[in-house]
């Protein structure tokens, strides 16, 4: 009982079930709302967080980890490296734009990105 209780039954932030999440934590509103990426938590086999032909989030983010340890700052240079990783250098690059677009539509595509990458 008191100001500051807290009810144990309510659901947790993003949803009202148990049914896994990724989310977005420590936003209070979601910038969607102002035409910015959406924070809305995602299911693990939501369409944005599939595989884009072959190329997951988690080789996306293999492959920019070794750009950046390298300090490969030009396409062909990532393109190299795609390929030495075993992709297909223009599957690759279609696949990285796509990525990059879904990480535009949902901070947790990003949130994602940035836990393969291990930053």
Do not use: C
Not at 44 to 68: H, N, T
């Amino acid at each position: 009982m008191g100001f500051f209780k807290k009810d144990k039954a309510a659901p947790a932030p993003g949803g009202s079930d148990d049914s896994p999440r990724i989310g977005v934590s420590g936003m209070m509103a979601n910038p969607a709302v102002l035409g910015g990426p959406s924070t809305t938590p995602l299911s693990p086999d939501d369409p944005l967080l599939q595989p884009i032909d072959g190329i997951g989030l988690a080789e996306y983010a293999a492959v920019a980890r070794e750009a950046q340890s390298r300090g490969v700052t030009t396409e062909e240079g990532v393109a190299q490296i795609a390929q030495e990783q075993g992709h297909d250098p223009q599957v690759f690059a279609a696949a990285a734009a796509e990525w990059v677009s879904r990480m535009g539509q949902s901070m947790v595509v990003g949130q994602e990105f940035r836990r393969h990458l291990g930053v």
